[in-house]
């Protein structure tokens, strides 16, 4: 089992920016993929980001050059840097961790709003 605990959600003004923050314990298996992805009302999880172990990233193309995920493999945590926040963004953000299982956060708020 891995347990994933995310902080670093809130209330934030269009514009402004949010680092969330994941840390993972309890595996005994390399944790070969992190990542987040987000849930609107009404609407499916989608992805935001990825990163293998080996540092590869992925994106969606919603949040290109305003995200920037990152992860300390030491310390088994991911990060989310989160600029330009637009009201679109506002979602619930989960947590996500492949060691061969698949394992998801409890997630934190995000709200992009003025």
């Known amino acids: 089992q891995v347990q994933l605990v995310e902080s670093g959600g809130g209330l934030v003004q269009p514009g402004g920016s949010l680092r969330l923050s994941c840390a993972a314990s309890?595996?005994?298996?390399?944790?070969?993929?992190m990542g987040w992805y987000r849930q609107a009302p009404g609407k499916q999880r989608e992805l935001v980001a990825t990163?293998?172990?080996?540092?590869?990233?992925n994106y969606a193309d919603s949040v290109k050059d305003r995200f920037t995920i990152s992860r300390d493999n030491a310390k088994n945590t991911v990060y989310l840097q989160m600029n330009s926040l637009k009201p679109e963004d506002t979602a619930v953000y989960h947590c996500?961790?492949?060691?061969?299982?698949?394992?998801w956060g409890q997630g934190t708020q995000v709200t992009v709003s003025s």
């Open positions: 309890g595996s005994i298996r390399p944790i070969y993929r």
């Open positions: 996500n961790a492949d060691a061969g299982l698949v394992f």
């Open positions: 990163i293998t172990s080996t540092g590869y990233t």
